[in-house]
């Protein structure tokens, strides 16, 4: 059943057949971009299926204004789910985690492992201080992995403008952390 049909059972009938077969359809996708952008959590699988639940009962609640007219559904949904991990990002605090000193490692690729996640950590942090068109230029990309054309319908902007905007921002969050690590 097309996408169309199911919204409109969902909010003429409440449908919640309707619902489940259109969460489903774009639950696995969803989850995925939520995932990657959960890595540089304590648990990313955890983080991505809560935020995948937060991004679907926003979509669901929030169906009535969605027009068609203006964007299909898996870019509304997009947008949904973009507003919810901003959102996540800038509630997130970091636990504090206590280290029992009986148990050092001295793994380098441990080390490695902290190292990169702590520099995932500070980018994403960069990157949720950017303003909101351009952090999903860098988002739609980079973790849901849209080419330029795809991200230059979803933002409504020239693809020219899209790769400036993408290319600029790399350049200057590689500048930021370079000098870092």
Same mark, same amino acid.
């Given at each position: 059943?097309?996408?169309?049909?199911?919204?409109?059972?969902?909010?003429?009938?409440?449908?919640?057949?309707?619902?489940?077969?259109?969460?489903?359809?774009?639950?696995?996708?969803?989850?995925?971009?939520?995932?990657?952008?959960?890595?540089?959590?304590?648990?990313?699988?955890?983080?991505?299926?809560?935020?995948?639940?937060?991004?679907?009962?926003?979509?669901?609640?929030?169906? #009535?204004?969605?027009?068609?007219?203006?964007? !299909?559904?898996?870019?509304?949904? /997009?947008?949904? =789910?973009?507003? &919810? *991990?901003?959102?996540?990002?800038?509630?997130?605090?970091?636990?504090?985690?206590?280290?029992?000193?009986?148990?050092?490692?001295?793994?380098?690729?441990?080390?490695?492992?902290?190292?990169?996640?702590?520099?995932?950590?500070?980018?994403?942090?960069?990157?949720?201080?950017?303003?909101?068109?351009?952090?999903?230029?860098?988002?739609?990309?980079?973790?849901?992995?849209?080419?330029?054309?795809?991200? #230059?319908?979803?933002?409504?902007?020239?693809? !020219?403008?899209?790769?400036?905007? /993408?290319?600029? =921002?790399?350049? &200057? *969050?590689?500048?930021?952390?370079?000098?870092?690590?």
């Amino acid at each position: 059943m097309e996408d169309a049909k199911l919204i409109r059972r969902i909010l003429s009938k409440r449908d919640r057949a309707a619902a489940d077969m259109l969460v489903e359809r774009y639950y696995d996708e969803i989850y995925r971009y939520a995932y990657r952008q959960s890595l540089g959590s304590a648990n990313p699988k955890e983080t991505a299926m809560d935020l995948t639940q937060e991004i679907f009962i926003s979509a669901l609640q929030s169906l #009535a204004t969605y027009n068609p007219k203006k964007a !299909g559904f898996r870019t509304w949904l /997009y947008r949904v =789910a973009n507003s &919810r *991990i901003i959102d996540a990002r800038r509630r997130f605090h970091p636990e504090e985690v206590q280290i029992d000193e009986t148990k050092f490692f001295d793994d380098r690729d441990f080390a490695d492992e902290l190292q990169n996640k702590e520099l995932v950590q500070k980018i994403e942090s960069h990157i949720s201080g950017l303003p909101s068109d351009l952090q999903r230029i860098l988002r739609l990309h980079l973790y849901a992995e849209k080419t330029f054309e795809q991200i #230059a319908k979803e933002v409504e902007m020239p693809e !020219g403008t899209v790769k400036t905007k /993408y290319y600029r =921002a790399v350049k &200057r *969050i590689r500048e930021v952390f370079q000098s870092e690590y």
